[in-house]
């Protein structure tokens, strides 16, 4: 499996020919959705979720699908009939190729004040999770864990405790767009120190093989 990592929290996945792209949001390049055959979304907001981007990946290719939550799948699914997918958490399904299925029910809490919104996870090929906006932890070992590493709604010490508790074989970061060049090397250091595993950080565009 191919890993390109885009912008913010947009991973893309390439397998036997076919892509999957989670999360091309508001952050994320342009054309993040283009050319994917299936694209997951985690939850509803915009630095994961962009309306523009899903319809030009949806419109490029007639045969793409998409497999999201209830409250993205409802601004979605009138205008692609039998395109757009529901999910929540004990879900599993085939998207593109890839065995994928789905954990969590709810975004980590930003502040007590602002009502927390659904955000589901997806462990795709029993091996590679991506939490979207929570510190879910899979129900299953996971290989590689995208690590959502700078958000308003984390502290670095729970970020080292998420990747201790999942256990995975190594962490690439994501949800990185607000973390600073300054800041970089910091997180990079702590967590590779004390989260316990392979730690690593991949620039917009990059690739690897997983």
Known sequence: MKLTKKAHACVRLEKDGRTLVIDPGGFSEEDAALGADAILVTHEHADHFDEGRLRAGLEADPAAEIWTLRSVAEQLAAAFPGRVHTVGHGDTFTAAGF??????ELHAVIHPDIPRVTNVGY?????????????????????????????????????????????????????????????RPIYDRQIGALGGTDHRRLTAGAYTEL
């Open 99 to 104: 065995e994928v299925e789905v954990h969590g």
């Open 123 to 183: 462990l795709i090929d029993g091996s590679v999770f991506h939490p979207g906006d929570a510190l879910t932890v899979p129900e299953r070992p996971v290989d590689t864990l995208f690590l959502p590493v700078m958000a308003p709604w984390n502290k670095i010490s729970e970020v080292i405790d998420y990747v201790r508790e999942v256990k995975p074989r190594q962490a690439i970061d994501v949800h990185d767009a607000l973390l600073t060049p300054l800041a």
